[in-house]
């Protein structure tokens, strides 16, 4: 009986002491996996608008994200929140202490002007940035109406069915290489399109791709030069396009400078008109 006892003593101190080693054994694993796996070094992949410090920042909000053997477990296990203004981020783990961040931004279709700012959007209306600060590239877009911004929600413009009107206008601007300074929209939905000092009226959103083509062949030869071009009324059958001249910004204060305009004189701005027609070499 006495033996009995003095076994079970020792098979209970075994199994304590296996116990104290497996416990430690697991915090020194975890220990060295926390020191070893460490995030040293983060690649991030696909951005554009957004700077990889940025991207980081969200992709890896806490100290435990820079941690692969932590990172691993989360992207198998958890869903990878997207910021608003992507479509997409992945996270790859490259090796124990280097990560790279793969992000599918969504594309900036333009901007607005509001209370002194510029806010950017996306082809559905989303506002995906405010800033004071000007981005190069993108056009402004007037004549939409709305009362207030909100970050990550779409402009609250009247006319919803604006922005079909506007990403089939920005695709075909695109697909002909075509970048203006401005779009538009005036009254009974119909726009406009700045390039320059070169104001193109396209009138309604009829035979937009048949206008937009023929734009592409006219606007190389008014680089540097200043008028409106006429295209409200173009469609398959139109064979002449008109293009009035006016005077450059230059021109007119050199000319009001001039004339003493400032005691609000009139001026001739010197208007006169071309007409382009199509033929084998283009327009």
Known sequence: MIEYKRLAKERKKKRIVVALISCLAVICLLTGAYFLCTVRKVEVVGNKLYSAKQIEDLALPSKWDYNTVYLWYKTRHTDIKTPPFLDM???????????????????????????????????????????????????????????????????????KEIFQTLVSLTQML?????????????????????????????????????????????????????????????????????????????????????????????????EDTEVYTENEDGW
Do not use: W
């Open 89 to 159: 981020m992945e996270i790859e783990i490259v090796s124990y202490n280097e990560i790279r961040i793969r992000v599918y931004e969504k594309t900036i279709m333009g901007y607005v002007e509001y209370m002194g700012n510029y806010v950017y959007f996306d082809k559905d209306g989303i506002v995906l940035e405010t800033s004071a600060e000007l981005k190069e590239g993108f056009p402004v877009v007037k004549g939409l109406a709305f009362d207030n911004v909100v970050l990550y929600e779409r402009l609250p413009v009247k006319n």
């Open 174 to 270: 695109e697909k002909n290489e075509l970048n203006p300074d401005c779009i538009e929209f005036t009254g009974e939905d119909e726009m406009d399109l700045t390039f320059g000092e070169v104001l193109v009226h396209l009138g309604k959103d009829s035979s937009l791709d048949n206008k937009i083509a023929r734009l592409k062949g006219i606007l190389p030869s008014l680089v540097n030069r200043s008028g409106i071009l006429f295209m409200e009324d173009v469609d398959e059958s139109t064979e002449r396009i008109t293009f009035k001249k006016t005077l450059s910004k230059a021109e007119q204060e050199a000319l009001q400078q001039e004339q003493g305009t400032g005691d609000g004189g009139e001026y001739d701005n010197g």
